[in-house]
């Protein structure tokens, strides 16, 4: 589809990182940009900033994520492209020793739980509502394409560290819906695909020291730096116009392959 002030647009995670990248990039061409985001303050201020409009929406909680729609669909139409990037990391070995009493203890499920229900059942909940909208839309083009979806892996769905379980089962539960949902929407004309990023210079990295952030930086082969957020969103928008890719998980990562730490 032709990125145009015709279509509508919905960025989850949109206030920051990834997804304000791409909320910025989709609003610069004209795309009516909805910013769905838990982060009140940062998610209406970067709205604001790029002419898009902030909705406040918990991706976990069904009633949080119908109001966002009802009201994003009020002002801007129905989506025809929804952008999957809201999402938290945690870092956690599935045993540790307790420091204090020196016994082995177990992955606390809690943890666990929230992750998968913010990295993929959040992405499930907003592409299966979001995909009933789009199927009560006219088609664009002669291929009779109505919408298209894209979500946000990573290079953790495949290449998991110490410390990643609950986070590479929440991309890797994303990589792995990817291709089914792409051949349930086929006959409606909708495309799915995924972008699994390396490392990206985003507010997940504000807490690490720059020594870490070059050594991280050092070991992506080429370019050996940090992806900017923009390099991920012009994916998006080029994921958006190109007709062919559908069904299909992207690396973004300058060739790296993580090693066990
Ligand atoms: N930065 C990287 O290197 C990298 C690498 C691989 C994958 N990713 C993935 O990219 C996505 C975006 O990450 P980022 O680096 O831009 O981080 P970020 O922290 O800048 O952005 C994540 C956004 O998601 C929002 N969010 C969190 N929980 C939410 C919820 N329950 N409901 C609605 N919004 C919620 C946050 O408020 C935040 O604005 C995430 O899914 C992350 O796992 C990032």
């Keep these: 589809m032709q990125l145009s002030k015709e279509l509508s647009a919905i960025v989850t995670g949109g206030a920051s990182g990834l997804g304000g990248a791409t909320a910025k990039a989709l609003a610069s061409h004209g795309v009516k940009v909805s910013i769905f985001d838990l982060n009140e303050a940062v998610g209406a201020k970067h709205a604001s900033d790029i002419g898009a409009k902030y909705y406040k929406c918990d991706v976990t909680n069904e009633a949080s994520v119908d109001a966002a729609f009802a009201a994003s669909r009020k002002d801007n139409g129905v989506e025809r492209i929804l952008i999957n990037c809201a999402g938290i990391g945690i870092a956690k070995r599935i045993t540790r020793k307790n420091k204090d009493t020196g016994v082995i203890e177990p992955h606390d499920l809690a943890s666990f739980t929230k992750t998968i229900q913010v990295n993929l059942i959040g992405t499930f909940m907003m592409i299966a509502k979001a995909a009933a909208g789009m199927q009560t839309l006219t088609p664009l083009n002669a291929d009779g394409e109505r919408g298209v979806i894209i979500n946000t892996?990573?290079?953790?769905?495949?290449?998991?560290?110490?410390?990643?379980?609950?986070?590479?089962?929440?991309?890797?539960?994303?990589?792995?819906?990817?291709?089914?949902?792409?051949?349930?929407?086929?006959?409606?004309?909708?495309?799915?695909?995924?972008?699994?990023?390396?490392?990206?210079?985003?507010p997940m990295f504000d807490t690490l020291p720059d020594e870490a952030k070059q050594s991280l930086a050092a070991s992506v082969p080429f370019p050996s730096r940090l992806g900017h957020p923009s390099e991920y969103a012009s994916l998006a928008c080029h994921i958006c116009e190109n007709g062919m890719l559908n069904g299909e998980a992207i690396r973004l990562d300058g060739a790296i392959r993580m090693a066990p730490r």
């Design 153 to 202: 892996a990573s290079v953790a769905a495949t290449d998991g560290q110490i410390g990643q379980v609950a986070y590479s089962a929440s991309k890797g539960g994303v990589l792995g819906m990817t291709l089914p949902i792409a051949r349930d929407l086929a006959q409606s004309g909708i495309r799915v695909c995924t972008i699994m990023p390396g490392l990206f210079l985003t």
